[in-house]
């Protein structure tokens, strides 16, 4: 038998996306429309691979398939009541090409096959006894696979069952009426590990706990009346079970209000949303509402919130708990706090917490950046959104300093040198903000900030491309025409945005870690070798220049330091200083120049940052706390 429509084609338009729970759901559905009291799902597969295997029989002891019955099911969108859609038997030949129905009804039994082809198949016989019941049987699933072995995994079909049906369910065993439902699985080749083992579970609605209520009014353009229907019951030795939704049509829309993952185990907790606003509206195959998508927001809002008010209503001790997760969230993102919904912090996912509190932050940047004039309020609220975002930068800076200090001697000196600036990249002063998160010289100095130019790994040639000067190449040998050497960084800075007037420079040298006492001397001669190229300069046109190089320390380089003149300064680790004398040219004997250079350890330089980091970050979180303070006073 089949539809009086082309039924696969109406399938791929009404249930595309739907999921296999839908051929229960929706097989349930009609047992409770035929007044069933008993419904049994029986599923068998050989081996979770094999979905050849796999069939499903669900039997009812409804009033079966009568004359109308038969005729309601034979035609789409011919329905009972406006609660139905007259769609969902199309949910079974999403999966299944072949459904064979058997149903009694009085002495008359019905047999018929649900599929595709043309053939109006119904057989009627007669039967010597009275009966009622409809059996199912779906074969030759249509899929390549089952997407999760939980669609056939008894204990979680009831709770995806009791979740979709609750509001029914519970209107029910309120009305006096009787329902109990059995599924089992039955697996030739188990599968353990998957749960995937001979296994059943009972059901009656008689166990469905009395539901407490909540009311809320939320004024929008209209009042929306939203009603909260809840239960929290402890199961001792028992996984915790959270069945959370929007109610409508007697069904529901799965929405998770809080993360079971943060609920205390061993607890059973049902949140049912109604409104009047929602009957009516969900889409013909009831997995979402057609309802404004405004409207839809601010009700799983509301929604999370008197979740979240029953829950530390009735479980004081969890308070502890999510005021821990709130101590963290404002130490991690102190740029949020004032964002962060504080109610419903540690009930709900942590990233949705931080995702909420981030779109709220940046509509505050863009109404502070769109507004054409700032009266005194706004000017107010720029300022705090600038110390939001100096504050969120400073936490980027934090988590570089970190991976700074998680560098060994195993890796290379590239790994610290592309943190710092990424190798053969060039930064200037136009693009500065663009490029505030891709270079960080800041390790360095705050100063070093005030860049005109950063240029990472680059032959001096190009740099003297860069300065606007040309070498006169004292120190090439063998008909050379152009300088050697690559300085890890050069920082230039010039009051000309094109560098074409007078310059500072700061020349950087990175050695890894781990390397011996030969290799640490070398980063002496590789600077004083940069010298000797750039200072033919001075001071016509770099008037000021210094040079840093940063390496691992240990004893004997210290020693050797010392020896040769250096002086230890203030830092936080090792940092010495000395004035190294150079000889510009080779030719003339009598041009010495003497250049500052600085060597210091990784420790200095990481806890140097890192002191002046937490200044910063100290400065700005008073500041945002006295923002919210003064904002609370005035509200």
Known sequence: MRLNVVTNKAAQLFFSNTSLQYVYYEAIANAIDAHATKIEININIDKFSDVSTFNIAIKD???????????????????????????????????????????????????????????????????????????????????????????????EIKE??????????????????????????????????????????EFNI??????????????????????????IKQTLGMPTVLISALCSDGRTIAYNAVSKNNLPAEYEMVFLLESELFEGKTNPNRESLDVDEELLKSAKKAFTKMVADVIREKLPEIASHNKKIQDSLHKKFPHLVGYFEEDTIGLIDKDSTIYDAQVKFFNEQRKTLEADKLDDKQYELSLNVASRVLTEYILYR?????????????????????????????????????????????????????????????????????IHVKGSLPYAENGEKKESGRPDLTIVFSDAPECEGKIDVVIVELKRLGIDLAKREEIISQLKQRARRLMEFYPDKIQRIWFYGVIDFDKEFKSSLIENGYKKIFSFGENYYNKEHIIVDPDNIDNVQDIDVFILDYKALLEDAEKRNSTFLDILKTSIQNSIKKESENS
């Open 206 to 231: 008689s166990e469905i706990p009395e539901l407490e209520k909540k009311e809320m009014e939320v004024q929008q353009d209209f009042f929306a009346k939203y009603t909260l229907l809840y239960s």
């Open 61 to 155: 002891n409804g009033d079966g398939f009568t004359d109308e019955n038969f005729d309601r099911f034979r035609s789409l969108l011919a329905v009972a009541d406006e609660s139905h859609k007259g769609l969902g038997r199309l949910v079974y030949i999403t999966y299944f090409n072949k459904i064979k129905i058997e149903s009694a009804y009085g002495k008359k039994k019905r047999k018929f096959v649900f599929d595709n082809s043309d053939d109006d198949n119904c057989e009627i016989i007669d039967i010597e006894e009275s009966k009622h019941y409809t059996l199912l049987k779906f074969e030759n699933y249509n899929k390549t696979r089952i997407y999760d072995s939980k669609f056939i995994i008894p204990y």
């Open 160 to 201: 995806d069952i009791l979740r979709h049906f609750y509001p029914s369910f519970f209107q029910m065993k309120k009305d006096g009426k009787q329902l109990e439902i059995l599924i089992s699985l039955e697996v030739a080749s188990p599968e353990p590990e998957k749960g995937l083992v001979d296994s059943s579970v």
């Open 398 to 466: 934090t988590k570089i300093i970190e991976k700074l200090k998680s560098i060994t001697p195993s890796d290379k000196e590239s790994s610290i040198h592309n943190i710092i600036a990424p190798k053969t990249s060039k930064f200037t002063v136009s693009k500065k903000i663009n490029d505030i998160y891709n270079n960080n010289v800041w390790v360095l100095d705050d100063k070093y900030m005030a860049y005109s130019k950063i240029l990472s790994d680059k032959e001096l040639e190009d740099i003297y491309g860069e």
